[in-house]
Structure formats: structure tokens, C-alpha cells
């Protein structure tokens, strides 16, 4: 009988892949509940199996006290030195009452206990054995689909993979298998919960190990990865090998080993570029393909402004930005991208903001000595002979000397400004009409002249005479 014992905890154990010492401690804290349930619970037991022969020995365990107060789990010391005259006051007593048999309701709590202590013990070790394959890659097969949520077979567990974890576009049907990614381990009630991801980054990144040998050895390095789902990868591989060509090994023969890799991701286009320690060649790698003329590095901001050609601009900042939103999220550095046109064109504009305007007319200034236009007000160190329309300047002895040359000068061009004072009695003159023909002007036509009033009365005169 005991030796049949044994035998099933041995299959149980290769079964459920569980140690048999688990499985022993198990039933062992079974058969404490099931005698405390049948022969009262304040008792103290302990129960032992032996590992080899099976049998099944339980022990009363009793304090030793001076005086007893509850007989359940003490005994006196009288008593005590009966069965070994070395007790002492404080020490356990130890005795063996293992009961013959069980009662029907303690054979069921038995056998509760020890299913129960089986399961925790499986979910334990599943639990175990993905938490240590978080961040790793597993193939399994599609068991049923929820909604938005797939439930793939992984082995020993179920694993979710939510519908934010999964790639736009990708359809998947029962009993399809699939490579998943391990994102998270926890446990739960029910058991510990695996969820999947096929949009992690890492899961390109697993992917290149399987296909790339020098990756697996650690002579090529994935330094970072950015990606958008079901789009596009940009991938930063390096080698301190140098005769290793790190993106030639990733690319692979015929590009047959990043092929594999793209038919997986159903597609997905992938960037492969050389990862550098200076941050113009990393930035200017990462814009990859297109071609870069310059960058401006601004180490405070950790900040970049590229200067790419005009015809390359539209391929440097990608659709909807996508090309310069991964190139930054796969070097870390804020990046401006501007064509060659407009970032000259900015450069080349004057800059007139200077700190005093005395300091901006002083500038002004010594453009003009040295042959520019300048129409602003003289200043004193300009020491050539403008046209100068305002009050005389010092050279001239009085108003009226600078007048008199004004005046000759109207004489012979024509003269457009206010006329000197010497001149308003005679242009009044010159503009104003004769006085006779001011008074033609206000008499009216019909009336006859002054001249002809006397003739005009004698003629009458005459004719009445």
C-alpha cells in the first residue's frame, strides 16, 4: 500500500513537471487538516512521510508548563519527565498518535487540500518559468479569438495578446501559428497571465537574433530600435570588429536574412543604418535615405538642424514625418530639418538689431565713406559735400550769404523748394493779373465802359435840344 503511494507521487510528479518534495510537503499539510478537522483543531500535529518507504507517522506536539491550563496543547512537567527525565519547563513534548484510520468528511478535506496545494504549486512554477522569459519571443498557436483579444496556446499557460498590441492589418485564424513577444508576467487568481505583443520593438529585435549569427554571438549590436507598427523599423546596429560590416551581416546574402525578418512583420519596411559615438554622423545616419549636407549640433537642447538639399527635403522628413519622427526617437536628439534654399536665404538677411541706435548710424556711417548711399542725417566725421536741403551747415558765414547762393542757383535750374525771402514781392507780382483787367474781370460784359459815360450824355443833349 505505501509502496503504491510512492509510485504515484513519482508519475505525479513527471506529469505535472513538479518536485516530488512539493508534492510530499503537500500532502503532508493535507493530512494535518484533515486530523485537526477530525479530532479537534487546537491541537498541535505534525505529520511525516517518508520519502522511500511511504510511511505516514503523526506527531502531538504539547508545550511543558508548571501548571496546565489548557490540556490540548500542554502538559505539566510531572508529566513530562515521565516520558524523558531531560524535559525542562519550556520544551516541547513530541509523542506519536497516528490514528488508524479517517472519517469520510476528513478523507474529502484531504483531499482538497492537496489539489489545491498541487494547482498553487503548478501555477508557481509556470509563473517562474515565463518570468524568466519576459522580453523573449515564443511561437504558439491561435485558440480562440475574443472580441479584439486573441488567446494563443504557449505551452504550459495561455497567453493574451490585446487588440493595442496587435498590428493593424494583421489578420489571424484558429489554430494559425504565430510568434508573439512576451511583454508582461503576472499573477492573478486564476493563474499567472502571459501577455503578448506583436507591435513590441523588442519583437524586431528577437527577430534579427534568430536570423543574424554574428548578433547571437555579440559581435554585432543593436544599439536602438524605433518603430511604428505595421509601417516602418529604423534599426541602429555596431561592431567593434572592423572586419565585420554590421549592416552588410544584418542585410545578409541577397538581402535573404532581413527578408526573413520583413515576410514576418507581413511586410513591414526596415532600416538598417551604422550606429556612431559623434552626434553629426549618427543624426546624419539616421535620416537615412536621404542624403544630408550638414548638421548644426546644439549640445544644451540636445538639439540638431540639418541642411538637406532642396530635392531632398521631402524624402528627409518622410510621410506625415514619419522618416524624422523615428530618426529622433532612434538617436534621442531633437531634429530641424531645412532645405538648403531657406536656411541660407534666413542666413544671409541683415541684421539690424544692434544694442544703440548712435552705435547702428555709426555703422551706417562708415558704409557710406566707403562709396554706399546713404540718406539718413550727416554725421560728423562724413567729410564729403551731400546735397543737403535743411538749415545751412557751419561753412556758411550768415543766412543771408546762403541765401544769395540759393538764389543764383534758381536762376539757373529750376528750383523746386520754398523760394528765399529776397524773391516773394516779385514771384507775388509776376502771379497776380493786371488791375485793369481785375476790374474788366468784375464789371459785366453788357455794361458799356467809363470811356464812353460823356460822349453818350451830349448826344442826348443835343437830340432833346
Not at 518507504?53 to 508529566?79: A, R, T
Not at 509523542?95 to 479517517?102: G, L, N
Not at 546574402?253 to 538598417?272: A, M, P
Request: glycine share 6%; with cysteine; net charge negative.
Amino acid at each position: 500500500m505505501n509502496r503504491e503511494f510512492i509510485d504515484a507521487i513519482n508519475a505525479l510528479e513527471k506529469e505535472k513537471d513538479i518536485s516530488k518534495d512539493i508534492l510530499i510537503d503537500a500532502i503532508e499539510s493535507a493530512l494535518v487538516s484533515a486530523y485537526k478537522k477530525n479530532y479537534g483543531t487546537s491541537q498541535n500535529v505534525r505529520v511525516n512521510i517518508d520519502r522511500d518507504e511511504g510511511d505516514i507517522d503523526v506527531f502531538m506536539q504539547k508545550d511543558v508548563v508548571e501548571e496546565v491550563e489548557d490540556d490540548m496543547i500542554e502538559i505539566s512537567l510531572e508529566e513530562a519527565l515521565e516520558i524523558d527525565p531531560r524535559y525542562e519547563a519550556g520544551d516541547v513534548v513530541e509523542y506519536q498518535v497516528t490514528p488508524r484510520d479517517f472519517g469520510r468528511i476528513a478523507a474529502q478535506t484531504a483531499k482538497q487540500v492537496v489539489v489545491q496545494r498541487i494547482r498553487e504549486a503548478e501555477r508557481g512554477m509556470i509563473f517562474d518559468d515565463y518570468i524568466t522569459r519576459q522580453g523573449e519571443i515564443i511561437t504558439g498557436t491561435v485558440q480562440r479569438i475574443s472580441n479584439e483579444t486573441i488567446f494563443v496556446n504557449i505551452g504550459k499557460a495561455e497567453g493574451i495578446l490585446a487588440a493595442t498590441e496587435r498590428v493593424q492589418g494583421e489578420t489571424y485564424d484558429v489554430n494559425e501559428r504565430i510568434k508573439v513577444y512576451i511583454m508582461d508576467v503576472k499573477k492573478t487568481t486564476k493563474g499567472p497571465q502571459v501577455f503578448l505583443s506583436r507591435s513590441h520593438p523588442g519583437l524586431v529585435k528577437r527577430l534579427f537574433e534568430l536570423e543574424v549569427p554574428e548578433i547571437e554571438d555579440g559581435i554585432v549590436e543593436i544599439k536602438s530600435i524605433a518603430r511604428e507598427a505595421g509601417s516602418r523599423t529604423k534599426i541602429a546596429v555596431y561592431t567593434e570588429d572592423e572586419t565585420v560590416d554590421p549592416v552588410g551581416a544584418c542585410v545578409g546574402t541577397r538581402g535573404n536574412r532581413v527578408q526573413n525578418v520583413v515576410d514576418e512583420l507581413f511586410g513591414e519596411k526596415i532600416d538598417i543604418i551604422t550606429w556612431s559615438d559623434t552626434p553629426e554622423t549618427l543624426i546624419s545616419n539616421v535620416l537615412s535615405p536621404a542624403k544630408v549636407e550638414k548638421v548644426i549640433i546644439d549640445e544644451d537642447d540636445k538639439a540638431a538642424t540639418v541642411i538637406v538639399p532642396d530635392y531632398q527635403l521631402s524624402l528627409a522628413i518622410g510621410k506625415e514625418g514619419q522618416n524624422v519622427r523615428l530618426a529622433a526617437k532612434l538617436c534621442g536628439w531633437k531634429i530641424d530639418i531645412k532645405s538648403h534654399t531657406k536656411y541660407f536665404s534666413e542666413e544671409a538677411e541683415p541684421i539690424t538689431e544692434l544694442a544703440d541706435e548712435q552705435e547702428y548710424e555709426a555703422e551706417l556711417a562708415e558704409e557710406c565713406a566707403d562709396g554706399a548711399e546713404y540718406e539718413g542725417e550727416p554725421v560728423e566725421e562724413y567729410d564729403g559735400e551731400p546735397e543737403y536741403e535743411g538749415e545751412p551747415i557751419e561753412e556758411y558765414e550768415s543766412e543771408a550769404e546762403y541765401e544769395e547762393e540759393l538764389a543764383e542757383d534758381a536762376d539757373e535750374s529750376e528750383y523746386e523748394d520754398e523760394p528765399a525771402d529776397e524773391y516773394d514781392s516779385e514771384l507775388e507780382e509776376e502771379n497776380q493779373p493786371e488791375e485793369p483787367y481785375r476790374s474788366q474781370q468784375e464789371e459785366p460784359e453788357d455794361e458799356p465802359a467809363a470811356q464812353y459815360e460823356d460822349s453818350l450824355e451830349e448826344e442826348i443833349i443835343e437830340i432833346e435840344e
